[in-house]
């Protein structure tokens, strides 16, 4: 099983980012796909998930306007699409799936930089 994050980059504030992950060597869409961050010094906390049924959680409403999770089985790959970002939402990104009830497979991670 493997999950490729890309799409990270430089941005400045106020800006949008399109991240993606990308799975291979699993029946993507038989799992929760999850976003995860990880800000300089701090713990990886989670940020959004898209269950198979479509219903999708968000960690807060800090996030739930500015980003937007989506998902095409066919590419196997999953979307999280941030508009108005700022300089706190620098980190690095990561992707995951869940299986039995824990996060059991992460990609890479991405990382995010926003100027401001």
């Known amino acids: 099983v493997q999950l490729q994050a890309s799409g990270g980059g430089l941005v400045q504030a106020g800006g949008s980012l399109r991240l993606s992950c990308a799975a291979s060597g699993l029946t993507f869409d038989d799992y929760p796909i999850g976003w995860f961050r990880q800000a300089p010094g701090k713990e990886r906390e989670f940020i959004v998930v898209l269950y198979r049924n479509g219903e999708i959680t968000y960690s807060g409403d800090s996030m739930k306007g500015r980003f937007i999770i989506s998902r095409d089985n066919a590419k196997k790959t999953v979307y999280l699409q941030m508009s108005s970002l700022k300089p706190e939402d620098t980190g690095v990104y990561y992707c995951?799936?869940?299986?039995?009830?824990?996060?059991?497979?992460w990609g890479q991670g991405t990382l995010v930089t926003v100027s401001s």
């Open positions: 995951a799936a869940s299986s039995v009830g824990k996060w059991s497979y």
